[in-house]
């Protein structure tokens, strides 16, 4: 059964920074793209960022210039650089993983920007 891991949220000032890890198990496959999204309290899930298995990455407008996504070479983990962090960016983190339209969660990091 693959599952997705996050790791490395927590509680940072704003202006600092946090990186975010996501690890599969139990797969032996690479994924086509995996992504990064946010869920703050009362607001819809959204995109932060995407990479695909080429390294194309895309932005939400929101994160454009302060983000980073990455991932490694076998394609099973993603990491998301975090910098310039604002209160607004307050939010659950999931990590996403997709395989030829099989998608993947992770159970969620929490990220909190104090102002």
């Known amino acids: 059964q693959v599952q997705l891991v996050e790791s490395g949220g927590g509680l940072v000032q704003a202006g600092g920074s946090l990186r975010l890890s996501c690890a599969a198990s139990?797969?032996?496959?690479?994924?086509?793209?995996m992504a990064w999204y946010r869920q703050a309290p009362g607001k819809q899930r959204e995109l932060v960022a995407v990479i695909t298995s080429g390294g194309y990455a895309d932005y939400g407008d929101s994160v454009k210039g302060r983000f980073t996504i990455s991932r490694d070479n076998a394609k099973t983990t993603s990491y998301l650089q975090m910098n310039s962090l604002k209160p607004e960016d307050t939010a659950v983190y999931y990590c996403?993983?997709?395989?030829?339209?099989?998608?993947?969660w992770g159970q969620g990091t929490q990220v909190t920007v104090s102002s």
């Open positions: 996403r993983g997709d395989y030829y339209g099989t998608v993947y």
């Open positions: 139990g797969s032996t496959f690479s994924f086509n793209s």
